[in-house]
């Protein structure tokens, strides 16, 4: 059931020549970087990711500059939504989100769902740059902020890591339906009910080591579960 990609642009302003790098935000707030400070011109680069929540028919694309881990952190640069995407369970859609900066330093990101072909994109110029002052202070926030944020950045890596298998696990025990033995059934939604509850409950603004320690060991526990259950398929 493909369709016929379609764009639509719009052209806001920032400098991309400061040694700032460049970010999309993903589920849990984190910044997830796709063009590093300081990289050489033109530059390309493209990743695939997917939706955060079952049968998600759009996604907005949270542009970022900066070098904190957490989106809130940095300077959104701009923001679009790509809209169509064929319903599905989560982390099932393809959006291939790519960065394309030319020479003069202009920035095209686009997403596109790699099932329906739709497409969305915006032009970030040169016409509003950030002040020196303010990369000055990004930078300088990065550097005070380097041991809260690695504890973050930690923290948002593993709940990513926790939702993924969640949500694969869900999908596989649906899958199996009554070819799962009932016990083992019943072991995995309990294992998964005490993630989920820890998952649901972290505040990535106050997280602990013990939070995410206990996360840790419960994500290891119902994978060596599904594991034993699904083999090789993990």
Known sequence: MKQEAWIMSKVIGIDLGTPLSLSIETVGGVATRLVERNSTLPTRYSQVFSTAAPYQKSVEINVLQGERPMAKDNKSI???????????????????????????????????????GKQQSITIT????????????AMEDARNYAGQDQVRREAAELLNECQSLLNETGQKVKDAGKQLDKSVKKRIKKKSNTLRKLVDKC???????????????EKSQLENLVSGAFGSEQ
Do not use: H, Y
């Not at 923001?79 to 099932?92: C, E, R, S, T």
């Open 78 to 116: 701009g923001k679009f939504k790509l809209k169509g995407i064929k319903a599905a369970p989560a982390g099932v859609p393809q959006i291939e989100v790519t960065f394309d900066i030319d020479a003069n330093g202009i920035l095209m990101v686009s997403a596109k769902d790699l099932d329906t």
């Open 126 to 137: 040169a016409n509003d740059r950030m002040s020196d002052a303010e990369i000055e202070q």
């Open 203 to 217: 505040r990535l603004d106050k997280v602990t080591e013990t939070e995410i320690n206990d996360m840790r060991s």
